[in-house]
């Protein structure tokens, strides 16, 4: 059974860091182009980072650019985002998808969703 599964969210104060992983199982994420976005109440999903299947090149949106990190561990089918100076602003909760072959920051390209991790950054 194919399933994504987010994990590390929570609270944390501006200027402070969180790590989430990805982990998926009935597939293996090193096949796909791995997205991950970010949804905040009110606004539309929009794309934070992506890692390249045919290339590796890793991917951001300039709001992250500088302050998060994706990488890959494929021998523990897992995707992480360390996300460093975190904002009030990256309050949202972060998805991880898988797509193929190559990045896009359109979410219709993904086709193995989890479920979500909530980030909340505030005094």
């Known amino acids: 059974q194919v399933q994504v599964v987010e994990s590390g969210g929570g609270l944390v104060q501006p200027g402070g860091s969180l790590r989430l992983s990805c982990t998926a199982s009935?597939?293996?994420?090193?096949?796909?182009?791995i997205g991950w976005f970010r949804q905040a109440p009110g606004k539309e999903r929009e794309g934070v980072s992506c890692?390249?299947?045919?290339?590796?090149?890793?991917f951001y949106v300039d709001s992250v650019k500088g302050r998060f990190t994706a990488s890959r561990d494929n021998a523990k089918n897992t995707v992480y985002l360390q996300m460093n100076s975190l904002k009030p602003e990256d309050t949202a909760v972060y998805y991880c998808a898988a797509g193929f072959p190559q990045c896009s920051w359109f979410t219709d390209f993904y086709v193995y969703w989890g479920q979500g991790t909530q980030v909340a950054v505030s005094s």
């Open positions: 890692i390249s299947r045919s290339d590796g090149n890793i």
């Open positions: 009935g597939f293996t994420l090193d096949d796909y182009a």
